[in-house]
């Protein structure tokens, strides 16, 4: 059997939100809280954010 590759932490996605000074999230109409995209090509990757995390240190999204 063959020896299991050695899995790293990635980005999958990526979102952002607003929020006033009081740490209120800007809303959609239905009450969810509005997500953004960047609209610019970050022009510093993104591994700083990972760097660190072991894969033990997720939990599985379970979509309800």
Do not use: Q, R
């Amino acid at each position: 059997m063959a020896k299991p590759k050695e899995l790293y932490v990635g980005i999958n996605k990526l979102t952002f939100c607003l929020h006033d000074e009081d740490g209120n999230e800007v809303l959609n109409k239905d009450g969810t809280v509005k997500e953004y995209n960047l609209t610019y090509k970050a022009s510093k990757g993104l591994d700083w954010f990972v760097e660190g995390l072991e894969p033990t240190d997720l939990e599985e999204v379970n979509d309800i």
